[in-house]
């Protein structure tokens, strides 16, 4: 499965005491209004949930815009549609997506002897019979004067030694909704800034001294070893909060990793 929070060498931020901040920590009673839609589908095998079968089911917010909720329809797929996968056209919708899921699950439990029987053991062909799951939730996770907050959790298992779970953070203009990057609230040339502000902060977090490296002997994955923000980021009440899921820059066991860097500290960088 893909994931759409990538590394970035820090082009981007948030909020402080001044006009930004003020978008970021102030909520607003007038939210924009939205209905709450789903998307399922099951391979034939389905019973019960614990069935042999594959399931697909997407939970996500319908604002009556037609370009943004495409959109958020659009975010979903690209978690789940791997595009270094050359054999595979990237889906359309919802059900371009799931077809081929459902359908090559169906087609290893036929390929599976005994199947039915002998569910969740190895059998003499070396098949594993379990179920798969292919599954998001997408909320409105808060709402200000300028900004809408979107938090997706996804769930995903093809067989293996474990089941993925991963979460990601949308921010958008209220107004455009347009996807806001970080690059379109701090000031030029913040980088490095930024960069130093929020390794302080996550050194402390992690328990760790200035001259620890951050590298696979310390249980991180961080390119050469040095710190990086991605751009899986949300805007609380109180700062900027950044999010690595498993895998990105530690292994599976280590979970999520959050790390938010309160607005006060981030004056001067922000428009």
């Given at each position: 499965m893909k994931k759409i929070t990538l590394f970035i060498p820090i082009i981007a931020g948030l909020f402080a005491c001044n006009s930004a901040s003020k978008d970021a920590t102030s909520s607003t009673s007038d939210t924009l209004s939205y209905t709450l839609?789903?998307?399922?589908?099951?391979?034939?095998?389905?019973?019960?949930?614990?069935?042999?079968?594959?399931?697909?089911?997407?939970?996500?917010?319908?604002?009556?815009?037609?370009?943004?909720?495409?959109?958020?329809?659009?975010?979903?797929?690209?978690?789940?549609?791997?595009?270094?996968?050359?054999?595979?056209?990237?889906?359309?919708?919802?059900?371009?997506?799931?077809?081929?899921?459902?359908?090559?699950?169906?087609?290893?439990?036929?390929?599976?002897?005994?199947?039915?029987?002998?569910?969740?053991?190895?059998n003499e062909d070396g098949f594993l019979a379990m179920p798969w799951n292919m599954e998001s939730q997408t909320t409105v996770q808060r709402q200000t004067d300028k900004y809408l907050m979107l938090h997706t959790n996804t769930y995903w298992f093809m067989g293996g030694m474990h089941p993925v779970s991963m979460e990601y953070y949308y921010v958008y203009d209220r107004t455009t909704f347009k996807r806001v990057r970080l690059e379109d609230v701090f000031v030029k040339d913040f980088d490095q800034k930024l960069l130093l502000i929020a390794e302080k902060h996550f050194r402390k977090q992690e328990g760790l001294k200035p001259a620890d490296k951050l590298d696979d002997v310390n249980g991180y994955f961080f390119e050469n070893g040095k710190f990086l923000l991605n751009d899986n980021f949300t805007l609380t009440p109180t700062g900027i909060k950044f999010l690595y899921n498993v895998y990105e820059i530690k292994a599976y066991a280590a979970g999520v990793t959050e790390l938010e860097i309160p607005y006060g500290e981030l004056k001067g960088l922000l428009k």
């Amino acid at each position: 499965m893909k994931k759409i929070t990538l590394f970035i060498p820090i082009i981007a931020g948030l909020f402080a005491c001044n006009s930004a901040s003020k978008d970021a920590t102030s909520s607003t009673s007038d939210t924009l209004s939205y209905t709450l839609k789903s998307y399922e589908k099951h391979s034939q095998n389905c019973i019960s949930k614990d069935s042999l079968c594959a399931t697909v089911q997407f939970s996500y917010p319908v604002f009556g815009n037609a370009a943004f909720d495409e959109t958020i329809k659009e975010e979903l797929i690209n978690i789940f549609h791997n595009e270094e996968d050359s054999t595979k056209a990237r889906p359309k919708n919802f059900e371009e997506l799931a077809k081929p899921f459902v359908e090559e699950y169906d087609k290893q439990i036929k390929e599976g002897a005994s199947y039915a029987t002998d569910a969740n053991k190895v059998n003499e062909d070396g098949f594993l019979a379990m179920p798969w799951n292919m599954e998001s939730q997408t909320t409105v996770q808060r709402q200000t004067d300028k900004y809408l907050m979107l938090h997706t959790n996804t769930y995903w298992f093809m067989g293996g030694m474990h089941p993925v779970s991963m979460e990601y953070y949308y921010v958008y203009d209220r107004t455009t909704f347009k996807r806001v990057r970080l690059e379109d609230v701090f000031v030029k040339d913040f980088d490095q800034k930024l960069l130093l502000i929020a390794e302080k902060h996550f050194r402390k977090q992690e328990g760790l001294k200035p001259a620890d490296k951050l590298d696979d002997v310390n249980g991180y994955f961080f390119e050469n070893g040095k710190f990086l923000l991605n751009d899986n980021f949300t805007l609380t009440p109180t700062g900027i909060k950044f999010l690595y899921n498993v895998y990105e820059i530690k292994a599976y066991a280590a979970g999520v990793t959050e790390l938010e860097i309160p607005y006060g500290e981030l004056k001067g960088l922000l428009k």
